[in-house]
């Protein structure tokens, strides 16, 4: 039960509750995923020749191979596919805000790419990130609210359901 992925659940224990802390970490699961997924293959032209292999004499001025990752699992995968649908009603702008940090970039970067200030990237991380939260606990969205009033309201929400 202390996997990194146990949702909370509500009082009564049948729903599951999401939190924005919870989003961000299928987010980043998912950019992970992403990263780790086997790169397509060219078509066209490619060599019949076998791989040499090398003798010893060969490989001692060689850098090592970096090793890498095992490709993800059938269950990671689907996860990631899953999550991958959670920004399509976001603004462009949050959308991308919310990938930029689910691929761990850096906050100047992504104050760079979209021309805005920490504070105003920051809120609209926030903010996305508790959209996507709405929509998943299938809350409804208060419409002619400010960013700052959804953001408090669904830390309020996420205190209250985990008690």
Request: positive net charge; glycine residues 6%; aromatic residues 10%.
């Amino acid at each position: 039960m202390n996997c990194r992925f146990d949702r909370p659940r509500s009082r009564d224990g049948s729903d599951l509750i999401w939190t924005p802390r919870l989003v961000e970490e299928r987010l980043a699961e998912a950019a992970a995923v992403l990263q780790r997924l086997p790169a397509p293959r060219r078509q066209g032209y490619f060599n019949t020749w076998p791989r040499h292999s090398y003798e010893f004499g060969d490989l001692v001025g060689q850098a090592p191979r970096q090793t890498s990752l095992p490709p993800p699992s059938p269950a990671v995968i689907s996860r990631m596919e899953e999550t991958l649908t959670w920004t399509i009603g976001l603004d462009p702008i949050d959308g991308g805000i919310v990938w930029l940090r689910a691929h761990n970039a850096p906050w100047k970067a992504i104050c760079w790419k979209v021309g805005l200030q920490r504070s105003a990237a920051n809120e609209r991380w926030l903010f996305g990130l508790c959209i996507i939260a709405m929509n998943l606990n299938r809350q409804p969205m208060p419409r002619k609210r400010s960013r700052r009033y959804v953001i408090e309201r669904m830390k309020d929400f996420s205190a209250t359901a985990l008690l």
